[in-house]
């Protein structure tokens, strides 16, 4: 199994685009993240869902978790308001790295490797061009583990 039959289309988003509506296609398609394209359309970076929670969260609670306690019941159910206005550049963290990008030939192996070295929920496969890159699809962690138990479980039967 190559990387390029493994991967699927996957919902992604610009580094301009409305962070609330970013918010709103991970819970709506239960996305684990989403992949972040720049200004050209090249991967940027992965904006896990576990970041955008993180961006929901007034920073003094990060900071102290028992403040978490007093904070209302009102006030945390409008937590999702701080993402009007901003766009999913800024909900990035400053040390965003760059996605995880897998070769079209990489086999299964490689692209869990690949994953599991620097810990991504998914890895964009793509390929050179002359102008950057072609974006062929994502391959989430669900998915990969998915074909690969399908593939362990036929081998047995077989």
């Not at 955008?52 to 978490?68: F, G, N, S």
């Not at 308001?81 to 909900?91: F, H, N, P, Y």
């Not at 599991?116 to 391959?139: F, N, T, W, Y």
């Amino acid at each position: 199994m190559r990387a390029r039959d493994l991967a699927v289309d996957y919902q992604t988003v610009s580094v301009d685009s409305d962070a609330l509506d970013a918010a709103r296609l991970m819970a709506e398609h239960q996305l684990p993240g989403l992949l972040v394209l720049d200004g050209r359309g090249q991967p940027k970076a992965i904006l896990p869902a576990s970041q955008m929670i993180k961006a929901l969260v007034p920073a003094y609670v990060i900071e102290d978790p028992t403040l978490a306690a007093v904070v209302d019941e009102k006030h945390a159910d409008r937590l999702c308001q701080s993402l009007a206005d901003r766009t999913v550049g800024e909900c990035l963290p400053s040390n965003a790295t760059p996605p995880p990008i897998a070769h079209p030939d990489d086999t299964a192996l490689e692209v869990a490797a690949l994953m599991a070295q620097v810990r991504s929920p998914l890895v964009a496969v793509a390929e050179q061009v002359k102008d950057g890159l072609h974006l062929i699809g994502v391959i989430t962690a669900s998915h990969l583990l998915r074909q690969l138990l399908d593939a362990s479980e036929s081998r047995t039967a077989g």
